[in-house]
């Protein structure tokens, strides 16, 4: 039986490779994303992000290991200091309620904490990637939440969204940065 402090230098080691694998991904990833902007000279990010986002989430064992695990903040402060290099605007919003919200039926997006008891979203999410509008329209439920995103700082930031059409929530363009 071993002493509930114990570490041993097996497990030094495993956690620094570990350690070194996540920072590798991170770097990588924001690297992706800001060289993705650079190519099609796109001038601002957008992180939705709440703070303590991963406390006391309840998605099942197994996705809950997975999911705490991955490296957000992280990820956020690689691609804020890349854009920093690269003279791309990063914005960083809170993103409450943009995923159960509809973009489509333009739904009140409350702040964290300041819900009214009587909100309720006009459309669903009826599964992994999929929401349904209130008049059943089924759109990318990623997309959806990335609109009320943007939703949530076009009015601060002055910018239009008239290029965010039901058809790119309907079907919309992927990007894929894994490709070479």
């Known amino acids: 039986n071993k002493p509930q402090g114990f570490w041993s230098k097996k497990l030094a080691n495993i956690t620094e490779k570990r350690n070194r694998q996540m920072r590798d991904a991170v770097n990588k990833a924001a690297k992706l994303v800001v060289n993705h902007c650079l190519k099609y000279r796109i001038g601002r990010i957008v992180f939705g992000w709440n703070k303590g986002q991963k406390d006391g989430i309840n998605i099942g064992t197994k996705n809950n290991q997975k999911f705490v695990q991955i490296p957000t903040a992280k990820l956020k402060e690689r691609i804020n200091q890349l854009c920093e290099l690269n003279g791309i605007e990063f914005v960083e919003t809170e993103e409450s309620y ?14 964290i904490g300041e819900k009214p008891d009587s909100w309720k979203p006009s459309g669903k999410r009826i ?13 990318n439920a990623d ?13 601060t930031l002055r910018f239009s969204l008239k290029g965010v059409s039901r058809g790119s929530l ?3 363009l992927r990007v894929q940065f894994w490709i070479a």
């Open 98 to 111: 943009t995923s159960q919200a509809s973009f489509l039926d333009d739904d009140f997006l409350p702040k």
């Open 127 to 139: 599964k992994r990637g999929l929401y349904q509008t209130k008049n059943g329209l089924l759109v």
């Open 143 to 155: 997309i959806n939440g990335a609109a009320n995103i943007l939703r949530k700082v076009s009015t």
């Open 170 to 172: 309907i079907m919309p």
